[in-house]
């Protein structure tokens, strides 16, 4: 069966086309990055509005890859939510709208699923069941997985996640938009040790998380450093030696906590996924401290970190058989617990 996928749930719009037997068969990808970085964070009229521009021609060009005409889709799958309500309403007239043309099944996905399947998009691709470790701009969740809509929720985010501590962290410093990748890079000049911040919840006794603390303890320590100046003017040496510490502030808590819910579910196999699942130092200490206990880590592919189109057409293919084809009325969910999930 074979699903094209739309994405339009925030500042990136992307549509690919997957086949149940061949896999990924072609994905495109259009970020909107260049455009909010002057206004420091996404806009979201500009964003709604350069998906409209976007996401028909992207369409055309993910089959035209695929080497496909529109009326060989079985199905047509679209982000519902969570996101931007504007931005959700774009894809999802879209492809509803495409889906009441050719008669087939229209699949509103949730965005949260998709990061979370997203592995197995790659190969070697993790089996059920496993421990998925999300963490994404505004998530940090960890989730007993037991198969395709089937998720136990075992922590979460008490206020800010660590993609949102990581931008506005980035902020503080003066650092580009988007800020979480700037600061990774910063703290790879950093030199460890050179300060010390706090680990929030590391030793809770739970699988929560907490970040806002972290937060505010590195513009504690900015301005005390900054003095009257703005914690940006500080030297970028400085800068970088706060970001190193930051960076493994929140590699340490996430690791532990993961760690942890492998241990209490009795499972051997931890997914990570989500952006912040880009960041090389959290990568490289799951691998090492996983390994070490016996475990498995699975993460997606660079390119499916970010949100995309690919990982809306696997959920949108892992759900199509019991899609049906006689209902194009659609709404969004701008805001959706992923743990309220049904199963297929």
Known sequence: ??????????DETGVAVYDTERGLLAQTLHSQVAMH?????????????????????LAGQALAEAGMRVGDLDGIAYTRGPGLAGALLV???VACALAY?????????HHLEGHLLS???SDPRPQFPFVALLVSGGHSQLFEVAGVGRYRLLGDTQDDAAGEAFDKTAKLLGLPYPGGPA???????????????????????????????????VLTLAR?????????????????DI???????IVDVLAAKSLAALEATGLRTLVVAGGVGANRALRARLVREAGASGNEVFFPDLAYCTDNGAMIALVGALRLPNARADDFCFSIKPRWDLATLAAP
């Open 37 to 57: 970085e002057a206004y420091g964070g996404v806009v979201p009229e500009l964003a709604s509005r350069d998906h409209v521009r976007r996401v028909v021609p």
């Open 1 to 10: 069966m074979r699903v094209l996928g739309i994405e339009t749930s925030c």
């Open 119 to 121: 592995p197995l998009l």
């Open 243 to 249: 970001a190193r510490e930051f960076e493994a502030a």
């Open 224 to 240: 005390r450093e900054a003095g009257a100046s703005a914690p940006a003017t500080l030297p970028e040496s400085r800068k970088a």
């Open 91 to 93: 894809g999802a007239s």
């Open 101 to 109: 043309a050719l008669r087939k099944p229209a699949i509103g996905v």
């Open 183 to 217: 600061l990774a890079a910063l703290a790879e000049r950093g030199t460890p040790g050179a300060v010390h911040l706090p680990r929030p919840m590391q030793h809770s006794g739970n699988l929560d998380f907490s970040f806002s603390g972290l937060k505010t303890a």
